[in-house]
Nanobody
Framework: QVQLVESGGGLAQAGDSLRLSCAAS????????MGWFRQAPGKEREFVAT????????TSADSVKGRFTISRDNAKNTVYLQMNSLKPDDTAIYFC?????????????????WGQGTQVAVSS
């Protein structure tokens, strides 16, 4: 079993920055990737970004490229999402996730473990 615990969400104004963290514990896979999805009210869960734990290969959604950066700290088993130039459209619950293997998928059903989510709200 793997446990994922997110932190760092909150309120922000348009143009502000926030950083999300997600610490993983338990028995992770030999090869895996971690990442973030988000879900706004009334919408489906949306892919944001993933990072492969072994080589740091990153996959990001077009909607966040140039604004959001995903990174990892192997020693702390923690993944980060640095969110800059926030927009009201970024308002959502952000979920940390972990998937076996290193192939990134934009389909949430392909992911094995999920955190409880952290709320990000951006006002205009």
């Amino acid at each position: 079993q793997v446990q994922l615990v997110e932190s760092g969400g909150g309120l922000a104004q348009a143009g502000d920055s926030l950083r999300l963290s997600c610490a993983a514990s338990g028995n992770t896979f030999r090869n895996y990737l971690m990442g973030w999805f988000r879900q706004a009210p009334g919408k489906e869960r949306e892919f944001v970004a993933t990072i492969a734990w072994s080589d740091g290969d990153v996959t990001s959604a077009d909607s966040v490229k140039g604004r959001f950066t995903i990174s990892r700290d192997n020693a702390k088993n923690t993944v980060y999402l640095q969110m800059n130039s926030l927009k009201p459209d970024d308002t959502a619950i952000y979920f940390c996730t972990l998937k076996a293997g290193t192939w990134a998928s934009r389909d949430p059903v392909m992911y094995d473990y999920w955190g409880q989510g952290t709320q990000v709200a951006v006002s205009s």
